[in-house]
């Protein structure tokens, strides 16, 4: 059974970067679509990036509000799922949770498919 444990986030000045973590044990990440979302009180949680599974050509995708600016990585030695968010602003400030599910085979597919395996969450706060 996949387990999941998220690190990083805090708090940034606008323009600053940080860098989640998800570190993943009981099963292989490769087989797993995987993607970060993001949740502010009071709103719907939102799809802000995701990979595919490697057998579906591990391919990529962002929403537009953090294209060109955050970069989702997988490291399959590792068995983590990396977030590198640069250029902050204070609209990316939210709850941010890792997600893998193995009975996805794209990550993005017309919409964020749902998943079945989270991590616990880690707040963001960008200052302005």
């Known amino acids: 059974q996949l387990r999941i444990v998220q690190s990083g986030g805090g708090l940034v000045q606008s323009g600053g970067s940080l860098k989640l973590s998800c570190a993943a044990s009981g099963d292989n990440l490769d087989y797993y679509a995987v993607g970060w979302f993001r949740q502010i009180p009071g709103k719907r949680r939102e799809g802000v990036a995701c990979i595919s599974r490697t057998e579906s050509g591990g391919s990529s995708y962002y929403v537009d509000s953090v294209k060109g600016r955050f970069v989702i990585s997988k490291d399959n030695a590792k068995n983590e799922l990396y977030l590198q968010m640069n250029s902050l602003k204070p609209e990316d400030t939210a709850v941010y949770y890792c997600?893998?599910?193995?009975?996805?085979?794209?990550?993005?597919?017309?919409?964020?498919?749902?998943?079945?395996?989270w991590g616990q969450g880690t707040q963001v706060t960008v200052s302005s």
């Open positions: 997600a893998a599910d193995p009975s996805n085979y794209y990550c993005y597919d017309n919409g964020f498919p749902s998943y079945d395996w």
